[in-house]
Every structure is written in C-alpha cells, then in structure tokens.
C-alpha cells in the first residue's frame, strides 16, 4: 500500500502563493508519476497538474497554466504544487494522487484545503 499525506495548504489573500507538498510513503518503488487534483464546494473534482517521476515531464490545466508549478524531489518521494498569482476561483480541497503505472491514478491523499479570499 502507498500512503500519501498532503500539506502546506491555507488562507491567503488573491494574487497570494502557497506551496503545497504532498509526501508519499510504504510501496513507492514503483511510480510512474502523481499529480494534484482539487474539488470545489458543489463541484466535481478536476485535474490541476502532473509529472512523470523518472522524467519530470508536466503538465497543466489550462485554468492554472503560468501560476502554478507542479515539482517532485525523487529522494524523498515528494511532490509539490507552487502556486503563485491565486484568485478566489482556485478555492478548493486539493489532493494529491499517485500512479504506479499507466493505468491511472491508484492512490490519494485525503487533501489539504485552500482557500483563495478576494
């Protein structure tokens, strides 16, 4: 089993950063990249960034593209989510997930929460 554990998340005034982390632990032998996700109140949860472990190639959600960095440190199994320029909008629970493989993501965090105040 993998046990994922979000954290850094918060209030902040917009135009605000944060930096989220989200530190994975047990089976992590295998990973072929994790992301972050986030879900609003009375919305479905949505993809914000990914990143391959082995080759750090990212990717974004249009709706965060140019604000937020999405990282890894493989020494320490850990990804992390820089969000700089944050608006009102970006309100949200965010989650970390984790994929072994291809086939999607298998593991989640149980989320950090912020909150974007305008």
């Known amino acids: 089993q993998v046990q994922l554990v979000e954290s850094g998340g918060g209030l902040v005034q917009a135009g605000g950063s944060l930096r989220l982390s989200c530190a994975a632990s047990g089976r992590t032998f295998s990973i072929y990249q994790m992301g972050w996700f986030r879900q609003a109140p009375g919305k479905e949860r949505e993809f914000v960034a990914r990143?391959?472990?082995?080759?750090?190639?990212?990717y974004y959600a249009n709706s965060v593209k140019g604000r937020f960095t999405i990282s890894r440190d493989n020494t320490k199994n850990t990804v992390y989510l820089q969000m700089n320029s944050l608006k009102p909008e970006d309100t949200a629970l965010y989650f970390c997930?984790?994929?072994?493989?291809?086939?999607?993501?298998?593991?989640w965090g149980q989320g950090t929460q912020v909150t974007v105040s305008s």
């Open positions: 990143i391959t472990w082995s080759g750090g190639s990212t």
């Open positions: 997930a984790l994929a072994p493989g291809t086939s999607g993501y298998d593991y």
